[in-house]
């Protein structure tokens, strides 16, 4: 049977109604965790961060319309080239792996989602496949104390108890075995020759993921999950089967038992969480799922960049928890190792509120009706929250009916701690809120049913 989608945001993702649960208990149960954690701190980093461009995409002829729209000062070709060369001027010498993971942990993030390799190939982690890695001899960066910029995000993170989800691209449009010289110029993302005729190319391409999925999957302590893009890489297209199960399983049987893994957009049974990107689906969604979005306008570096505010992203976060999904929040460093500073002043404004408000977050399940106009709802144990998002300015109606067939005894608004005054119907209850102190009120409200 056809795999069915959902056309939505970027690309399509997988239905929820075609997804498969992990069959390993093991699995189950750390991926039951992992939807309990909500917030990731998403980083696309790599060389060509220099450049101001997409990461990888402008290297891709066959996405050129798009993605080649920032090569304003060259030709194609000769951008393309210092994109590809990028890795030796790259040295961030600010890079503070510590202050990256003392800030996530104070804005409320949970887990980091770091690419170790983009769709260029080059790799953030100290390999033994390829020297196209932030270790070689011909990156400046490879004779600071962190270069290995992945062994030093994943202790740092670790320190502060944060989860590890790893990025990791199948396509690798810098190995010889997928973008093949021999067969002249790749015109479009996908593998450059037909792999039918030539099994031996695509089995050394095969064998260089493996080793490479093995080498973060043993050489960097615990993972909590594979995340893996490039989702065009699978059996049916193009016949470029890199026989995932093969590595995935042998990694659970040795390493890592409990593994998540994620080929998102490919359905079947390791796509443990569906990941639709820079998109929110519309109505609740009752199997694990993960939004991955940008908190400026990109998910790669740009010096012009915008960002949402901290109130924005207190509204999507509710939007996604409300709907039962994690989200995955994108920040790109800038070349020097720097984080940009009105991106982390949202974030700080985003961690201010969850230190008031996590409880309703962390750790929550859906709750019916889900969402209605500025109200979203999330559940733990026997206990609801109803947040009700505010305008700019914090305003409360005076009166608020809230929809649930919960037994209500007893309701407190969090930020004061305050009892408030309510009404029981059939299936709704009614807030009288005109002696809640509005002073210190900022972004959404939170009413605690129990």
């Not at 989602?113 to 033994?128: N, S």
């Not at 470029?240 to 998540?260: A, F, K, M, Y």
């Amino acid at each position: 049977m056809k795999k069915q989608v959902v056309a939505n945001g970027v690309h399509d993702y997988t239905a929820p109604e075609d997804y498969i649960p992990p069959r390993s208990p093991e699995v189950q149960k750390h991926l039951e965790w992992f939807m309990g954690q909500k917030l990731g701190f998403m980083m696309h980093w790599a060389p060509g961060c220099q450049l101001g461009t997409y990461e990888s995409w402008p290297l891709s002829d066959g996405d050129a319309e798009w993605s080649q729209e920032d090569f304003t000062w060259d030709d194609a070709e000769t951008c393309k080239q210092q994109y590809w060369e990028a890795n030796k001027t790259f040295n961030p010498v600010k890079f503070d792996p510590a202050a990256w993971a003392q800030l996530a942990s104070e804005c409320g993030f949970r887990y980091l989602l770091f690419t170790t390799k983009h769709h260029d190939g080059f790799c953030m982690f100290d390999t033994k496949t390829t020297d196209y890695k932030i270790t070689a001899p011909d990156c400046p960066f490879h004779t600071h104390r962190d270069a290995d910029v992945v062994g030093a995000l994943y202790r740092e993170f670790r320190k502060r108890g944060l989860a590890i989800s790893t990025y990791f691209s199948k396509p690798d449009w810098h190995s010889p075995y997928y973008w093949c010289p021999e067969f002249g110029t790749a015109p479009t993302r996908n593998v450059n020759y037909d792999v039918a005729e030539h099994p031996e190319i695509w089995e050394k391409y095969v064998n260089f993921v493996h080793e490479q999925i093995r080498e973060l999957c043993t050489n960097y302590g615990k993972i909590d999950v594979l995340w893996l893009d490039g989702g065009w890489v699978r059996p049916d297209n193009m016949g470029q089967d890199i026989r995932l199960g093969e590595i995935v399983e042998e990694i659970r049987s040795t390493t890592q038992p409990h593994l998540i893994v994620c080929e998102r957009t490919c359905g079947g049974e390791y796509e443990n969480f569906i990941t639709p990107e820079k998109t929110v689906p519309e109505e609740a969604v009752n199997v694990p799922w993960e939004t991955c979005t940008t908190l400026g306008d990109k998910f790669s570096f740009h010096y012009t960049d915008n960002f949402k505010s901290g109130r924005e992203l207190v509204h999507l976060l509710l939007d996604v928890v409300s709907k039962g999904g994690n989200l995955a929040l994108n920040l790109a460093p800038q070349p020097d190792g720097m984080l940009p500073q009105p991106a982390v002043r949202s974030l700080r404004e985003m961690g201010a509120w969850l230190k008031m408000f996590g409880d309703g977050i962390y750790e929550t399940h859906l709750c019916a009706p889900y969402f209605e106009e500025k109200l979203f709802y999330t559940q733990k144990a026997d206990t609801v929250f109803a947040f009700y998002a505010y305008d700019d300015v914090p305003v409360l109606p005076k009166k608020l009916t809230l929809h649930t067939e919960k037994t209500v005894s007893k309701v407190t608004c969090e930020r004061t701690g305050q009892t408030v005054k309510f009404r029981k119907a059939d299936n709704s209850v009614t807030l009288f809120l005109e002696e809640i102190a509005m002073g210190g009120a900022f972004y959404a409200e939170c009413f605690v049913l129990e």
